[in-house]
T-cell receptor
Framework: DQQVKQNSPSLSVQEGRISILNCDYT??????FLWYKKYPAEGPTFLIS?????DKNEDGRFTVFLNKSAKHLSLHIVPSQPGDSAVYFC????????????FGTGTSLTVIP | GAGVSQSPSNKVTEKGKDVELRCDPI?????LYWYRQSLGQGLEFLIY????????KSGLPSDRFSAERTGGSVSTLTIQRTQQEDSAVYLC?????????????FGPGTRLTVL
């Protein structure tokens, strides 16, 4: 079963505007959430994370928001740049998941110059 | 290089053959993970190694899949009697320590195609 879901397979945004990528999860025991970015032919690279004791974490142009009651997190990229074009995966872990990280299916972001 | 490396980058094999995929983690990283990504799917956890502890094999999809990690460094994922549904990108990641809060560094993956 897919415990982490990214329902938008793709997103296109104009350069300079905000990109919002969404992620939903089903396991209320998850307490740590991550976003990874993946370019073609490369492995995913860590972007930003948030633990369940917070509802927001910011790092430069990237901000992750966590809504525990809705079991929803989002990644905001402001302003979006062409180099941000990549596939973004959200992942979750914690609680009774042992050593496993559960990943979503990814959202392909295209930033149009 | 200083990153995680995987070989081969691409592997095409015939159904029923065995394949071995290799992962060289970052030096000094004690934790090593294998994942696979099938077409249209997220990354699926396969197996986890931490130091000399017994690996967590809970994600392996069948007994045709096995992995070992020699000397706490290089890891090999072996798939016996490959099936077409094994076609996927197999990703390896390592982290400095075990635990959820330690960043995983991924290799570029091995794309396996079973004909």
């Amino acid at each position: 079963d897919q415990q982490v879901k990214q329902n938008s397979p793709s997103l296109s945004v104009q350069e300079g505007r905000i990109s919002i990528l969404n992620c939903d999860y089903t396991n209320s025991m998850f307490d740590y959430f991550l976003w990874y970015k993946k370019y073609p032919a490369e492995g995913p690279t860590f972007l930003i994370s948030i633990s369940s004791i917070k509802d927001k974490n910011e790092d430069g142009r990237f901000t992750v928001f966590l809504n525990k009651s809705a079991k929803h997190l989002s990644l905001h990229i402001v302003p979006s740049q062409p180099g941000d074009s990549a596939v973004y995966f959200c992942a979750a872990s914690g609680g009774n998941t042992g050593n496993q990280f559960y990943f979503g299916t990814g959202t392909s972001l295209t930033v149009i110059p | 290089g200083a990153g995680v490396s995987q070989s081969p980058s691409n592997k095409v094999t015939e159904k029923g053959k065995d394949v071995e995929l290799r992962c060289d983690p970052i030096s000094g990283h004690t934790a090593l993970y294998w994942y696979r990504q099938s077409l249209g799917q997220g990354l699926e956890f396969l197996i986890y190694f931490q130091g000399n502890s017994a690996p967590d094999k809970s994600g392996l999809p069948s007994d045709r899949f096995s992995a070992e990690r020699t000397g706490g460094s290089v890891s090999t994922l072996t798939i016996q009697r490959t099936q077409q549904e094994d076609s996927a990108v197999y990703l390896c990641a390592s982290s400095l320590r075990s635990g959820f809060y330690n960043e995983q560094f991924f290799g570029p993956g091995t794309r396996l195609t079973v004909l």
